[in-house]
């Protein structure tokens, strides 16, 4: 499937600012709408969408269309669109799918399925082949913030890291916590996981990005604890950090809005995405 207005027509990358980035998107669901819609709004004369990898089986809205937007089930045909960077945000399968040929192509790529990264040989295969590429894996930091700090307690004797996630009982339906708690009759807060940020990731692959970038910013996935808890009382995607090294301790608690159109993901998610995508052309970068 190729939705190109204009097949035949061939792309002149010179006839377009240099500040100019053209985005391909792998997922059109609600993050990867998200993203778009975001792109359309913030970042005129500095990045477009320039070609959308969807299953053969879904469509886009037709908003969401120009003659020049190329929609298609192949990444060469997406590749051919003069991309200059893509953003995957399809899941797991996806990063199996597409991620390796990303790369190998010469192109640096956007992860928001952080979480993917938890399987050790998938990690360290993207890890070689972004290396071999000489391109890099840019992971957004989604909902959460204070990643800058752990980042930097790495150097400065980061010793404890606890991420504690905290949502309603519908964010964690379709998943491992309803073999591990009866969520439809919760009356208060229920704790059912404790363990590292790389079993949460495995075990919840769909709600525990967050866990996953958090242990990739610091102590690593097997030394970040990770508490997952679902709260009756709770309308937020509440995400909390308490860390501890020589150079001093952070405690931070955020309270994040749901995605209207996926509970399980975070509104500041398209948002993390966004800035990354600007982030590699401003003049400033903070």
């Known amino acids: 499937m190729n939705m190109k207005q204009d097949p035949g027509h061939e792309i002149d990358p010179t006839q377009r600012p240099p500040q100019m980035q053209r985005i391909g998107l792998i997922g059109y669901g609600a993050i990867g709408r998200a993203v778009h819609e975001l792109l359309l709004i913030h970042a005129t004369g500095t990045a477009t969408v320039a070609g959308i990898l969807i299953p053969p089986s879904a469509s886009i809205e037709p908003a969401a269309q120009n003659e020049s937007l190329v929609v298609t089930d192949r990444l060469e045909t997406l590749l051919a669109a003069d991309i200059d960077i893509v953003v995957e945000c399809a899941g797991h399968s996806a990063v199996d799918a597409y991620a390796v040929d990303v790369l190998r192509a010469g192109l640096d790529l956007v992860l928001v399925s952080i979480g993917a990264l938890a ?52 964010a964690w339906s379709g998943t491992d916590a309803e073999q591990l708690v009866d969520l439809a009759s919760l009356t208060s807060a229920a704790i059912f996981f404790r363990g590292t940020a790389r079993e949460a990731a495995i075990r919840f692959p769909r709600n525990a990005n967050v866990a996953a970038t958090v242990a990739l910013a610091g102590l690593g996935l097997d030394a970040t604890q990770v508490e997952l808890i679902a709260d009756p009382a709770t309308r937020h995607n509440v995400h909390e950090i308490e860390a501890d090294s020589a150079g001093g301790s952070m405690s931070a608690r955020i309270k994040g809005m749901p995605d209207p159109g996926n509970p399980k993901t975070s509104l500041m998610t398209a948002h993390s995405v966004l800035r990354t995508i600007l982030h590699r052309r401003t003049a400033m970068v903070i």
């Open 119 to 170: 399987d050790a040989e998938r990690e360290q295969r993207l890890r070689h082949e972004a290396t071999a590429a000489g391109r890099q894996m840019l992971l957004p930091s989604g909902a959460i913030g204070g990643i800058d700090w752990i980042g930097a307690a790495r150097s400065a004797g980061l010793s404890e890291v606890l991420y504690r996630s905290r949502k309603s009982p519908l």
